[in-house]
Antibody
């Protein structure tokens, strides 16, 4: 059974850097794209970007200048870095497994609040 | 970037009724790479449909998807109490992948 478990700081000040990590348990690590998606409170879903086991990345153009997704194959983990956060970045952040497009497995979500 | 517009915003129906949700794309979606998700409060979304019409593992057959090009539909043939939720469409034919804004199916 595939499980994704994520963690990271949930309260940030404006201009700080968001950092989240997701560990993958079960299933193949190398056959998929590992993805980050966010959801502002009461709003819809936004795809942030993805990475494969080789480190090849694909980012949303609207966030590309501030986003880095990395992978640690030795630990079956991948991470999200989002720099210079503002109130507009407040959201629940999900890590997920992209099954060549559709998202079949999701982490539990991390609520990130941005407040001075 | 492909913009997905879902309608209606809210659908008020009774258990046992049929639900028809629409997702319209700003341009044709390559290979009909469209998925549907269900999300309940406080939970991550759950994949229902991929490739326009293929049900994900464990999804009951009362859920069906159809469409092509720019117009897609999710149909729930007979609403069960657990089906009242928010539904999102997603396209993965053209990067960046994008989602619709959601349709809430609520109990009438």
């Amino acid at each position: 059974q595939v499980q994704l478990q994520q963690w990271g700081a949930g309260l940030l000040k404006p201009s700080e850097t968001l950092s989240l990590t997701c560990a993958i348990y079960g299933g193949s690590f190398s056959d998929y794209y590992w993805t980050w998606i966010r959801q502002p409170p009461g709003k819809g879903l936004e795809w942030i970007g993805e990475i494969n086991h080789s480190g090849s990345t694909n980012y949303s153009p609207s966030l590309k200048s501030r986003v880095t997704i990395s992978i640690d194959t030795s630990k079956n983990q991948f991470s999200l870095i989002l720099s210079s956060v503002t109130a507009a970045d407040a959201a629940v952040y999900y890590c997920a497994r992209g099954d060549w497009g559709p998202i079949g497995y999701w982490g539990q979500g991390t609520l990130v609040t941005v407040s001075s | 970037e492909i913009v997905l517009t879902q309608s209606p915003g809210t659908l008020s129906l009774s258990p046992g009724e049929r639900a028809t949700l629409s997702c319209r794309a700003s341009q044709s979606i390559s290979s009909n790479f469209l998925a549907w998700y269900q999300q309940k409060p406080g939970q991550a979304p759950r994949l229902l449909i991929y490739g326009t019409s293929s049900r994900a593992t464990g999804i009951p057959d009362r859920f069906s998807g159809s469409g092509s090009g720019t117009d897609f539909t999710l149909t729930i043939s007979r609403l069960e109490p657990e089906d009242f939720a928010v539904y999102y469409c997603q396209q993965y034919g053209s990067s960046p992948w994008t989602f619709g804004q959601g349709t809430k199916v609520e109990i009438k």
